[in-house]
Structure formats: structure tokens, C-alpha cells
């Protein structure tokens, strides 16, 4: 079945580092979705891509989306504790209206 | 104006028994989602409303799990004869439309532990 995974699972950095997580998709999508779940929170919508090789910037937050529409990355520059959280991508199961979500990456940052 | 509410927030009981987990998505908000997470893993989907149209249930893990969804609004979540494995956070989001390009605002969530 259609599957969207996540690399790394799990990272902790120094504050002031940057970090990456990347999202796999096993089939194309036409949408990605970024969500951060604080530690005891629920997932908060970050931000939505939809073209090819599209690239949004939130802040210190970089989004980005794949040439082919199967992957896409966040990238954070300069972390800060208040990044601290797991975040996942999710993008559309094929022919529904449901989002598959990825696995997650948890990000702790260290002071 | 009010988020997704999601009531108890906490529930705690025996193995065997039956629960019911209530979502109340923002207002006016057509599209309706129920995911478990277990401790440190992703979102699980469980079942989809939307509108009038039949729910997705494609989700739910076993006959012993139902929801329904009244009024187009209030969502109930019932789990029958728990077990141990169904403890998880519960968690509800909702959409302004159908459509997976849709940005999907969730609850706290409710924890349910059983014993």
C-alpha cells in the first residue's frame, strides 16, 4: 500500500545547529502537508506545497518540494528550543480525500 | 473562535468495557477525522465524515470501533469490549471542505488507558 516515510526518526542538536528532515513517498502526490506536534500536543498545520520543485520559506523554516512530486524536506536553520517536536509530513491517499501521514521526526534541541 | 474540542480528555478504564470518545470540530467545518497515536508513533487513520455522504471506514481496526457523526457536526468515537492495546491518544480533526489539499485542524486529543 501507498506509504509515506520519514528520515531521520528521531535527531537532537545543539542549539543554533540546523537540522533536516526528509518525506518519502512510495507514488507521486499532488499535494505535501508539514505538521509539528509539540511534546503532549496535538499536530499544528505548518504549511502546504503543490508544485513541482516548489520552495516556501516560514522564518527560519525552508519547505520543499521534489522535482518528481514523491519527496519533500524541511529544513531549520539555527534551531531553537521552542523547534523542539516531532514533525511529519502527509500528503493525499491515492483517489480519497484522506492524508497518509509520515512517520515523524522527532527533534529535540539541546541548550 | 473555539479549535476542536475534544471531551474527556483523559479516560481511564477496565478491559472489557466500552468507551465513547466525543469530537466537536470547529464550526462549519464539513469534514471530520478520527487518527490514534500510539506513545512516540505517527497518526494512524481510523475513519472519515463528510457531510452527508458515508463515512471512510476504511481505518477502523476492528468491528469492536464505530463512530458516527450527527447533525453533520458532533462526532462520537465508540470502542466496544476494550483491550490493552486499543490505550493510545485519540485524536479528531477536522477540514473546512472535503479534500485532501485541505489543511486539517486537530484537538487535544483524548488519552484513553486501559487497565
Known amino acids: 500500500g501507498q506509504q509515506v516515510m520519514q528520515i531521520p526518526q528521531y535527531q537532537h542538536v545543539q542549539e543554533g545547529e540546523d537540522f533536516t528532515t526528509y518525506c518519502n513517498s512510495s507514488?507521486?502526490?499532488?499535494?505535501i502537508q508539514w505538521y509539528k506536534q509539540r511534546p503532549g500536543g496535538h499536530p499544528v498545520f505548518l504549511i502546504q506545497?503543490?508544485?513541482?520543485?516548489e520552495v516556501k520559506k516560514q522564518k527560519r523554516l525552508t519547505f520543499q518540494f521534489g522535482e518528481a512530486k514523491k519527496n519533500s524536506s524541511l529544513h531549520i536553520t539555527a534551531t531553537q528550543t521552542t523547534d523542539v517536536g516531532t514533525y511529519f509530513c502527509a500528503g493525499p491517499s491515492y483517489n480519497t480525500d484522506k492524508l497518509i501521514f509520515g512517520t515523524g521526526t522527532r527533534l529535540q534541541v539541546f541548550p | 473562535g473555539a479549535g476542536v474540542s475534544q471531551s474527556p480528555s483523559n479516560k481511564v478504564t477496565e478491559k472489557g468495557k466500552d468507551v465513547e470518545l466525543r469530537c466537536d470540530p470547529i464550526s462549519g467545518h464539513t469534514a471530520l477525522y478520527w487518527y490514534r497515536q500510539s506513545l512516540g508513533q505517527g497518526l494512524e487513520f481510523l475513519i472519515y465524515f463528510q457531510g452527508n455522504s458515508a463515512p471512510d471506514k476504511s481505518g477502523l481496526p476492528s468491528d469492536r470501533f464505530s463512530a458516527e457523526r450527527t447533525g453533520g457536526s458532533v462526532s462520537t468515537l465508540t470502542i466496544q469490549r476494550t483491550q490493552q492495546e486499543d490505550s493510545a491518544v485519540y485524536l479528531c480533526a477536522s477540514s473546512l471542505v472535503r479534500g485532501s489539499n485541505q489543511p486539517q485542524h486537530f484537538g487535544d486529543g483524548t488519552r484513553l488507558s486501559i487497565l
Open positions: 506545497l503543490v508544485k513541482s520543485g
Open positions: 507514488t507521486t502526490l499532488s499535494n
